[in-house]
């Protein structure tokens, strides 16, 4: 499978921002909506934001609406996910994954996804 990397996680404290970047060689980019999920420590995996192959339609979390903003761009195959407002609630490893879905519902449903990075940690101290 092609491989997606994330980076752009660590430490911030409280109000910060971080940018999220996950990266991928695959020539098909453009062809897959993709999405971001986080799992904290105890908890199950949750989503957290997805954007549509052209990039003009985000979902978000209710709990990072307004807060978060996913981009994509399809020139330099990696998709974004900048993170302003950061709260201690906010701390988890962060995956980016990639789905086959070209509608606008299920985006949310870890089980759409056929590929999965590795992880990139955010911690927000308080």
């Known amino acids: 499978q092609v491989q997606l990397v994330e980076s752009g996680g660590g430490l911030v404290q409280a109000g910060g921002s971080l940018r999220l970047s996950c990266s991928t060689s695959?020539?098909?980019?453009?062809?897959?909506?993709m999405g971001w999920f986080r799992q904290a420590p105890g908890k199950e995996r949750e989503f957290v934001a997805a954007?549509?192959?052209?990039?003009?339609?985000?979902f978000y979390a209710d709990s990072v609406k307004g807060r978060f903003t996913i981009s994509r761009d399809n020139a330099k195959d990696t998709v974004y996910l900048q993170m302003d407002g950061l709260k201690p609630e906010d701390t988890a490893i962060y995956y980016c994954?990639?789905?086959?879905?070209?509608?606008?519902?299920?985006?949310?449903?870890?089980?759409?996804?056929?590929?999965w990075g590795q992880g990139t940690q955010v911690t927000i101290s308080s």
């Open positions: 994954a990639s789905t086959l879905l070209t509608g606008s519902t299920h985006y949310w449903d870890p089980t759409e996804y056929y590929n």
């Open positions: 695959a020539r098909t980019f453009m062809t897959v909506g």
């Open positions: 954007v549509t192959l052209n990039g003009d339609n985000q």
